[in-house]
């Protein structure tokens, strides 16, 4: 897939707020401080598309951009660790239940993982709240060029092994360095190619 163009298009802080569901949406999660602005702002080849912030929790609201005029891709609050209050936290949990609940436009919710760390529980247990809920979802391993190819692959197997004593099948998988660009092309032609899957009657060419 070529990204022709990319623009913001609003943020909302509850569901009534969000675009007609018109088009097909991909949205990305993680926890806090996973790298995902860098990641998106990499994705789309714009710097400053979505705010990089040293402060975890900078997202607080969905944040929708509009991707080659035919697709939306979602910014999310993030899960688990934040220096907010425990209100806000729980405004942010409400948010995304009614997010992933009512959005039938949503394709594919990617979770962000820190490859330089070994299999955490927030991040299993998301995990299988999706799965429960029947949320498609990919996981795609973020900050790779931060260690080792070899500590890398040492992790993920340990992700992989982990998951896999509770779940019959892993997720699709993408591993990706905002800095070298690596995982972009595999992680946007999964999106093309999962855009079948909206039944809607735009006019998806890319």
Not at 190 to 197: D, V
Request: glycine share 6%; charged share 20%; aromatic share 10%.
């Amino acid at each position: 897939m070529i990204i022709r163009s990319a623009s913001f298009v609003t943020s909302s802080a509850k569901i009534s707020q969000c675009p007609p569901p018109s088009i097909p949406e991909y949205a990305f999660i993680g926890r806090s401080n996973v790298g995902k602005s860098s990641l998106l702002n990499m994705l789309v080849n714009r710097k400053g598309l979505a705010k990089i912030s040293g402060s975890p929790g900078k997202t607080q609201t969905i944040n929708h951009f509009l991707i080659n005029e035919n697709w939306y891709l979602v910014d999310l609050p993030g899960y688990g660790y934040a220096r907010v209050s425990h209100k806000m936290r729980e405004q942010w949990n409400r948010l995304f239940t009614s997010y992933i609940s009512v959005r039938e436009n949503l394709i594919s919710l990617f979770v962000l993982i820190d490859a330089r760390h070994e299999p955490m529980p927030v991040d299993l247990a998301f995990m299988e709240k999706l799965a429960l809920g029947n949320v498609p979802f990919a996981r795609v391993f973020t900050k790779a060029d931060k260690i080792s190819a070899l500590e890398r692959d040492r992790n993920i197997d340990l992700h992989n092994r982990t998951m896999l004593q509770r779940w019959e099948t892993l997720p699709p998988t993408f591993i990706t360095s905002a800095i070298k660009g690596s995982g972009r092309d595999e992680i946007l032609n999964y999106i093309s190619e999962t855009m079948i899957f909206f039944t809607g009657e735009n006019d998806l060419t890319i």
